[in-house]
């Protein structure tokens, strides 16, 4: 089985995926640090030398690889990537592959981008509190309608890593 995991930026996606690998004894891959380690250059990087349009392109390229190379596997998205191209159609035809939405609030995801927003180069020139409110906001309006085909949702405002982990495990192992 392969386990993706889906969510807007700083939504825990990594943490909870390298946890969760660990419990299951599952190998652990993050898209982008994937992506960084093929590419040879830093996601803030590759935004400024090539663009987005190139980034979704090789996003694409590289999730497509990572499936259908690997089996026992917990695999980090971006926080776009199930929403360009066909990815998240992809993934829901792709066997063996089961995807988890990990569902946190505005407030959540303010509190917790505001320290981490210059590593992400779509939230870096936002500048005060209310951009950032405003800006998850419309984002989050958007994205939901790719992130609510995940197979499985799961909320995680209120729960700590572990027990996250847990209620994943509880329901997929
Ligand atoms: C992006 C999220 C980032 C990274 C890139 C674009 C997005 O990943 O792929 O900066 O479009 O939401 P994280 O969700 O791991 O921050």
């Known amino acids: 089985m392969i386990v993706i995991l889906i969510g807007y930026m700083a939504s825990g996606k990594s943490t909870i995926g390298r946890q969760l690998a660990d419990k299951v004894n599952y190998q652990f891959v993050d898209l982008d640090d994937y992506i960084e380690e093929r590419e040879k250059m830093s996601i803030v990087d ?8 190139y980034f979704r392109k090789i996003e694409s390229i590289y999730l497509k690889e990572i499936i259908e190379e690997n089996d026992n596997l917990i695999l980090s ?3 776009g990537t199930p929403c360009y191209g066909q990815n998240m159609e992809y993934l829901k035809k792709a066997i063996n592959v089961n ?3 990990l569902k946190a609030s505005i407030g959540t995801l303010v509190n917790r981008l505001e320290n981490e927003k210059s590593k992400r180069p779509l939230v870096a020139h936002l500048k005060t509190q209310e951009e950032l409110i405003e800006f998850i906001g419309k984002h989050l309006f958007e994205r939901n309608q790719f992130y ?3 197979n499985e949702t799961f909320v995680t405002d209120k729960l700590a890593t572990e027990a996250i982990v847990k209620a ?3 329901k997929l192992f």
Do not use: D, Q, V
């Open 46 to 53: 590759l935004f400024k030398a090539k663009g987005e349009i």
């Open 77 to 79: 998205l971006g926080g």
């Open 99 to 101: 995807s988890i939405y």
């Open 148 to 150: 609510s085909l995940a």
């Open 168 to 170: 994943i495990r509880n």
